[in-house]
């Protein structure tokens, strides 16, 4: 807890209607927010960019208001905390809970949020390596654990493959002891997947059923759909009688079937689940252990292009165009 509370202005990332493109984003000097009780203040050394910022900035986002700092996750340390919940000084990361939407977001020197939506970390990582860590690895482990109740010895499809939490879901899966089929748009990334521990990659043309059956005619157990609902129900055909698929990603930034027919567009036994969350879905002790396997080489952190804070129209034109496969970071 401290008594001097950091003031005066800083950098922010601010949107000031939607939709807009990436040069909609512009770099302005704020004052310094300043938290309550309940809430703390970080000082932001990274943050990861999400498909749930570009959704904001090309106007697909419900019930954001503007102007808005973007930005549902951040990285840095503990610069004041009025309640005394988190030590000044300490590492911490930050999502969701409404950061970058109903109020002022990551993408920022300085962000508050509410303490329960901040988690302490201890790591000699850099910046870099944790920023792209925290919403990713949130995202994967809440699909496997809370969308897919994923189990050691089955077989699991991660539909968007090369995408951060793509990355992410496969390696949670190894860890945990599955069988993993991922897909890829993109010949030329097979190897990527290969190299993260998947046991087969399908090149993704828009169907893939058949030849995931190729490879598992009962189908497989858990599938992980990233891509939308363009695929949504190709991926359900993957599925075997009493599996599960959960969609939880718009990498095509389309979310809606329309026209669903439950009973026709179904397969008979699949079931279908759907996941959102935050920060309270990802234990300290799952996030640190990561940090530490990482830190120990044990595992990948796929970062697919770090950035300077001046960068972030470039950084928002590579996150809509695909340019790179894993996390894009910006460091401030």
């Given at each position: ?7 005066g ?7 000031d ?38 959704h ?14 973007l ?14 919940e ?18 002022d977001?990551?993408?920022a ?93 399908v ?11 190729a490879l ?54 699949v ?46 034109r590579d ?14």
């Open positions: 807890m401290t008594t001097e509370q950091p003031t202005t800083m950098r922010a990332v601010v949107l209607a939607a939709p807009a493109p990436p040069e909609g984003l512009i770099i302005r000097e704020l004052p310094i927010p300043q938290p309550a009780a309940g809430e703390v203040l970080i000082r932001v050394r990274a943050f990861g960019l999400n498909r749930s910022e570009l904001t900035r090309i106007g697909l986002a419900h019930g954001v208001t503007f102007p808005r700092v930005g549902i996750e951040a990285t840095g340390e503990v610069a004041a905390c009025p309640g005394g988190l030590a000044v000084g300490q590492q911490v990361v930050a999502m969701m809970g409404g950061m970058g939407r109903t109020f977001g990551g993408y020197e300085w962000v508050v949020v509410q303490v329960q939506n901040t988690i302490a970390i201890d790591t000699g990582l850099d910046w870099a390596t944790v920023g792209a860590i925290p919403e990713m690895l949130q995202t994967a482990h809440g699909s496997l654990t809370i969308g897919l109740d994923a189990q050691p010895g089955e077989t699991l499809l991660v539909r968007g493959g090369t995408s951060s939490v793509g990355q992410a879901a496969t390696i949670l899966a190894k860890q945990r002891g599955m069988t993993v089929v991922t897909t890829t748009r993109s010949p030329a990334r097979a190897q990527l997947l290969l190299d993260l521990g998947a046991d087969h990659v090149i993704d043309n828009g169907t893939i059923a058949d030849e995931v059956r598992f005619p009962d189908g497989v157990d858990r599938a992980l759909e990233l891509v939308g609902a363009p695929t949504l129900l190709d991926t359900l055909a993957t599925v075997r009688v009493h599996g599960v698929a959960c969609m939880t990603g718009m990498l095509s930034n389309s979310w809606t079937l329309p026209d669903f027919y439950p009973t026709g567009d179904l397969p008979r036994g079931w279908l689940a759907g996941y959102s969350g935050g920060a309270g879905d990802l234990p300290a002790a799952v996030l640190q252990g990561y940090l530490d396997d990482a830190a120990a080489g044990r595992v990948h952190v796929p970062i697919g292009h770090v950035y300077a804070f001046d960068e972030i129209v470039q950084a928002h996150l809509e165009d695909g340019t790179y496969a894993g996390k894009l970071v910006v460091l401030t």
